[in-house]
């Protein structure tokens, strides 16, 4: 079996698991990656190796196929929100590699780098994946508990449907990332987006430290505006 179709098969599971799931009306569900490496090796008739090898397999492949960088001044950027005692989040599609990827790309934590624990939603840890709008509710109440209203929170994404879409259906002021052409993902053709814009249009983070110094105080963002696809 060729590796090409060792992939096909990979995918097929996480494919099989959300039809699956989609069946007993889940909104949105997301994976556990390491339920799926698992299953797939299990059905290569290969005994799981221990968790920390597993992780590591899951780490090693998910670099492999999905390769990124960070933006040159993303660093300075969040150095400079968190000077400015920004409260900042994350809502993300994500599995546990997600927050480890980060931290190694900018690190050292994201709480060193000025992210509020509180305000940061991963999709593998609520089973909830984009364009859930649960997951943007969860956000929502977190801030009012931090005395932030919606609509005085700003959110960053790359993608209309999936974040910009459910972040205007909960009142966020939704901001759309328009400075990588490979990444950007305006979805038009889906009936939601058809009518579809943001708030704002920026085209460099360093748009964003304007809009938050004139009228916002809170900054939330999914993370492909951050990195670059290689």
Same mark, same amino acid.
């Given at each position: 079996?060729?590796?090409?179709?060792?992939?096909?098969?990979?995918?097929?599971?996480?494919?099989?698991?959300?039809?699956? &799931?989609?069946?007993? *009306?889940?909104?949105?569900?997301?994976?556990?990656?390491?339920? @799926?490496? !698992?299953? %797939? $090796? /299990?059905? +290569?008739?290969?005994?799981?190796?221990?968790?920390?090898?597993?992780?590591?397999? &899951?780490?090693?492949? *998910?670099?492999?196929?999905?390769?990124?960088?960070?933006?040159? @001044?993303? !660093?300075? %950027? $969040? /150095?400079? +929100?968190?000077?400015?005692?920004?409260?900042?989040?994350?809502?993300?599609?994500?599995?546990?590699?997600?927050?480890?990827?980060?931290?190694?790309?900018?690190?050292?934590?994201?709480?060193?780098?000025?992210?509020?624990?509180?305000?940061?939603?991963?999709?593998?840890?609520?089973?909830?994946?984009?364009?859930?709008?649960?997951?943007?509710?969860?956000?929502?109440?977190?801030?009012?508990?931090?005395?932030?209203?919606?609509?005085?929170?700003?959110?960053?994404?790359?993608?209309?449907?999936?974040?910009?879409?459910?972040?205007?259906?909960?009142?966020?002021?939704?901001?759309?990332?328009?400075?990588?052409?490979?990444?950007?993902?305006?979805?038009?053709?889906?009936?939601?987006?058809?009518?579809?814009?943001?708030?704002?249009?920026?085209?460099?983070?360093?748009?964003?430290?304007?809009?938050?110094?004139?009228?916002?105080?809170?900054?939330?963002?999914?993370?492909?505006?951050?990195?670059?696809?290689?």
């Amino acid at each position: 079996m060729d590796s090409g179709s060792l992939t096909d098969r990979f995918y097929g599971l996480i494919k099989s698991y959300h039809a699956a &799931a989609k069946a007993k *009306e889940a909104n949105y569900p997301e994976v556990d990656i390491l339920s @799926i490496w !698992k299953r %797939f $090796l /299990k059905e +290569l008739s290969i005994t799981a190796p221990s968790m920390k090898v597993l992780q590591e397999m &899951a780490i090693r492949f *998910e670099c492999a196929v999905n390769p990124g960088w960070p933006r040159p @001044i993303l !660093k300075d %950027f $969040l /150095k400079n +929100l968190k000077g400015r005692s920004i409260p900042m989040g994350i809502v993300s599609n994500a599995q546990f590699y997600t927050p480890i990827k980060l931290e190694a790309f900018i690190g050292p934590t994201l709480g060193d780098l000025g992210f509020d624990n509180y305000l940061c939603f991963w999709s593998f840890q609520k089973h909830l994946e984009k364009p859930s709008v649960e997951l943007f509710e969860k956000l929502t109440e977190a801030l009012g508990r931090r005395c932030i209203a919606a609509g005085q929170a700003l959110y960053l994404s790359n993608d209309l449907l999936n974040y910009i879409w459910t972040a205007n259906d909960v009142g966020l002021q939704a901001v759309s990332f328009a400075g990588d052409e490979r990444s950007l993902r305006l979805c038009k053709s889906n009936d939601r987006c058809a009518d579809l814009s943001a708030d704002t249009v920026v085209t460099a983070l360093i748009q964003i430290e304007t809009l938050i110094w004139f009228d916002r105080i809170t900054a939330t963002s999914n993370l492909l505006p951050w990195l670059h696809p290689v």
